[in-house]
Nanobody, 117 residues
Framework: QVQLVESGGGSVQAGGSLRLSCAAS????????MAWYRQTPGRQRELVAD???????DYLDSVKGRFTISMDNAKNTVNLQMNSLKPEDTAVYYC???????????WGQGTQVTVSA
């Protein structure tokens, strides 16, 4: 079992920055990949960025060059630095963790990010 708690959402004007953090607890030693997803009403949840224990990252094309994901293995946290925010980045952002050799996936409660024009 892994518990995920997000923080750092809020409202910002276009061009601004926000930093999301996600703290993991529980069976964190088994975490293989951590990620940030986002969802807007009426749309499917989409993968924004992910990072594995080795530090390999992957990003949604629309956020490349603007967002940076990082994992602190010692603190069991994953952060998402979001720069040059656009109104289309407005969504509820969810932290996610996948475990080694397990089909289980874990989600945080979500944090709202609102970007105004």
């Amino acid at each position: 079992q892994v518990q995920l708690v997000e923080s750092g959402g809020g409202s910002v004007q276009a061009g601004g920055s926000l930093r999301l953090s996600c703290a993991a607890s529980g069976s964190t030693i088994n975490i293989n990949v951590m990620a940030w997803y986002r969802q807007t009403p009426g749309r499917q949840r989409e993968l924004v960025a992910d990072v594995n224990r080795g530090g390999t990252t992957d990003y949604l094309d629309s956020v490349k060059g603007r967002f940076t994901i990082s994992m602190d293995n010692a603190k069991n946290t994953v952060n998402l630095q979001m720069n040059s925010l656009k109104p289309e980045d407005t969504a509820v952002y969810y932290c996610n963790a996948d475990l080694i050799n397990s089909p289980d996936t874990y989600w945080g409660q979500g944090t709202q990010v609102t970007v105004s024009a």
